[in-house]
C-alpha cells in the first residue's frame, strides 16, 4: 500500500489539453506575422525600386526640357542678329525731309512773266543720308545642357560608388537623393558637385559629393550631369 503511494507521487502531471491547443493557434499565429513582415519587406523594396526609376525618367525629361529652352534661346539670337535696328537719327532725317520741302521758297509771279523762257531754278540739294550699320543683338550666355545619368554612363571612365558611412548604418538611415557635377570639357574631370535634392541626411550628402567629385568623363562629352544616388543598409547605388 505505501509503494503503491509513492509510485502514484512520482508520475508527472498530465498537460491539460486546452494548453496544447492554444499553444498550437499562437505558434500558427506567429507564423501568419512572420508571413506578413516578409511580404511587406517585400513590397517595399519593389517601392523603392520604382521609386528610383520614375526620378531617373524625371531627371531625363527635365534634361530634354532645358535641351528645348537652349534652342529656343539659340533661334532667338539668330532672329535677333538678323533684325537691324533703326537708329533715332535716321528716323529724324526722314522725318525733316517733307518739312524742308515745304519751306522751299516759290517764285512770284512777276518774276514768272519776265522770264519764261528761264529754266525752272533747281531745287535745293537733299541732305545726304549716311548708312547707319545695323546694332548687333547682346549675345545671351548659353546655358550649358545637363545631361542625365542614363546617357552619360557609357561616356563615364571612373566611377567610385559612394561609401555607406559607418556612423549611419547602424541606425538604419537611408535616403535617396540627386547630384548635379560639373565638367570640364576639355580634360573630362569633374570640377565641382552639389545636391540638387537632398537624401534627408547630411552625412549620405557629404558622402555622394565626396565620391561624385572623383569621377571623370571623356573629354569633349559632357558639360554637366544629374546623378541619383540611393543609400540602403546594402550599400549606395546610383
Do not use: H
Not at 507564423?31 to 513590397?43: H, L, Q, R
Not at 532725317?93 to 519764261?116: F, G, H, N
Request: proline fraction near 11%; aromatic fraction near 4%.
Amino acid at each position: 500500500m505505501c509503494c503503491a503511494k509513492i509510485w502514484r507521487m512520482r508520475l508527472p502531471p498530465a498537460m491539460p489539453l486546452n494548453f496544447e491547443t492554444e499553444l498550437k493557434t499562437r505558434e500558427t499565429a506567429v507564423a501568419g506575422a512572420e508571413a506578413k513582415i516578409a511580404e511587406a519587406e517585400n513590397k517595399a523594396t519593389k517601392a523603392q525600386t520604382e521609386l528610383l526609376k520614375l526620378q531617373s525618367e524625371k531627371a531625363d525629361l527635365e534634361s530634354k526640357l532645358d535641351a528645348s529652352r537652349n534652342e529656343i534661346a539659340s533661334l532667338q539670337k539668330r532672329i535677333g542678329e538678323g533684325r537691324p535696328a533703326v537708329s533715332p537719327s535716321q528716323n529724324s532725317e526722314t522725318a525733316s525731309k517733307p518739312e524742308q520741302q515745304r519751306t522751299t521758297p516759290r517764285p512770284s509771279a512777276q518774276i514768272a512773266q519776265e522770264s519764261v523762257e528761264e529754266a525752272t531754278p533747281p531745287p535745293p540739294p537733299q541732305p545726304k543720308r549716311r548708312k547707319i550699320a545695323p546694332s548687333k543683338t547682346p549675345e545671351v550666355a548659353s546655358t550649358p545642357q545637363i545631361t542625365s545619368y542614363s546617357s552619360a554612363k557609357a561616356l563615364a571612365t571612373f566611377t567610385p560608388l559612394p561609401k555607406y558611412p559607418s556612423r549611419v548604418r547602424s541606425p538604419g538611415v537611408t535616403g535617396i537623393g540627386v547630384c548635379i557635377v560639373s565638367v570640364d570639357p576639355a580634360s573630362g574631370n569633374v570640377t565641382g558637385a552639389s545636391m540638387e535634392r537632398s537624401t534627408g541626411d547630411s552625412t549620405l550628402d557629404k558622402s555622394a559629393v565626396n565620391a561624385f567629385r572623383k569621377w571623370r568623363f571623356r573629354p569633349g562629352t559632357v558639360s554637366k550631369v544629374r546623378i541619383p544616388v540611393e543609400f540602403t543598409m546594402t550599400g549606395a547605388s546610383p
